[in-house]
């Protein structure tokens, strides 16, 4: 298939395989950062190719997963107001809140519909101009320009009855978290290259000099994720830390301007409580004053809500890279993409669902069981 397997090539994959074996003397702890790229290297087995020094630590990179469970209990209770259409993408209908989840709400009554766009929730408020459609809105810079054009779009077309739950997270904070947290053995980062598409490198020099961490911007294919790896541990080697763009056929420096410029028009920079890893300053966009009116946290009051994460789940130490997901009592028994503690083993970018789905478990997955993801 074009674009893909040529990025799949098992030759060059030996040749890169090589060079890092050639390349590496000592141990070096990596952390890729989208959940994306932590389901290529398990589907794959790269890290089980790759030599004994290097490990690859898998960083808080799944949208689903680091949305703060207060977060889900809002949209749980907005789903479940009568007067509401809520509309969501598919995976975030099995993620638990502290009591249900979206589709328990939508077999008690609610109207939960999934989408494949958030302009598919506009056009939902157009043609229902008597109900309340509200999109939930998660994820990182990748995900968040088309949900700020369609609040855009909505405030153009005066569509009142839209409005937007807002859970945005940027990479850059999450970084500078992971570095000065105690205990961190992170030494370089394979950075995610659809994040970098949007927003650009800029933000990464700072941090790279700061920390002494080479950054390198980072695919998703296993050649792409073999090519990340190899010019990381080359730096390493070397004593580098500079930020490089192994990612060149989608990633820019500068990123996509007209998609900056509209995060710029409709949200602002905020502090955002992640999943299992606490409040992080900065590290996400709420609706700016402008567009104050479709925040749906603001129309529906349900700010005061907070949540205690269940003792159980360790996600929060598998989102830091502290364990990994086969380290938690948990993992496979307790919690199972059917009956999952946390967003990590729904999500399909979750580290405990990559484990749990290609090798971990020591079992065979059932068929349900292998799609976890509505």
Request: charged share 25%.
């Amino acid at each position: 298939m074009k674009y893909l397997d040529e990025f799949q090539n098992p030759e060059l994959a030996r040749r890169l395989l090589d060079d890092i074996r050639s390349t590496v003397t000592r141990p070096w702890a990596l952390m890729e950062v989208c959940g994306g790229q932590t389901h290529t290297i398990i589907r794959h087995g790269i890290d089980q190719l790759l030599p004994d020094q290097v490990e690859l630590i898998h960083g808080p990179g799944c949208p689903v997963c680091v949305t703060p469970l207060e977060v889900i209990d809002k949209a749980l209770e907005i789903a479940a107001r009568p007067e509401v259409i809520f509309c969501s993408f598919g995976d975030m209908l099995r993620v638990p809140g502290s009591d249900r989840d979206l589709f328990q709400v939508r077999s008690r009554g609610g109207d939960v519909r999934v989408v494949y766009s958030p302009l598919d929730a506009l056009k939902i408020a157009q043609q229902h101009p008597d109900r309340e459609v509200v999109f939930f809105g998660i994820g990182f810079e990748t995900t968040a320009p088309p949900n700020a054009m369609t609040v855009y779009q909505a405030r153009k077309l005066g569509i009142p009855n839209f409005s937007l739950l807002v859970s945005h997270v940027r990479v850059p904070p999450a970084i500078e978290a992971i570095m000065t947290s105690p205990g961190c053995r992170v030494q370089a980062f394979l950075a995610a290259g659809h994040v970098c598409s949007v927003m650009g490198m800029e933000e990464y020099p700072e941090l790279a000099a700061r920390h002494r961490v080479p950054i390198v911007v980072t695919g998703f294919e296993p050649l792409d994720i073999l090519e990340g790896i190899r010019r990381t541990v080359r730096q390493l080697e070397r004593g580098e830390h500079t930020v490089d763009n192994a990612y060149p056929r989608a990633v820019r420096s500068e990123g996509n301007p007209a998609a900056r410029a509209m995060l710029a028009d409709v949200f602002e920079v905020t502090d955002r409580s992640w999943r299992g890893i606490g409040t992080i300053p900065a590290s996400g966009w709420r609706l700016s004053e402008r567009y104050r009116d479709y925040d749906a946290e603001h129309r529906f009051s349900v700010g005061g809500i907070t949540t205690k994460e269940p003792a159980a789940c360790r996600s929060g130490e598998v989102l830091q890279g502290f364990i990994k997901p086969h380290e938690c009592e948990a993992f496979g028994t307790l919690c199972t993409p059917r009956t999952p503690l946390g967003a990590t083993m729904v999500s399909s970018e979750g580290a405990c669902a990559a484990y749990y789905l290609y090798r971990r478990l020591g079992t065979t997955p059932t068929p349900q069981e292998a799609s976890p993801v509505v």
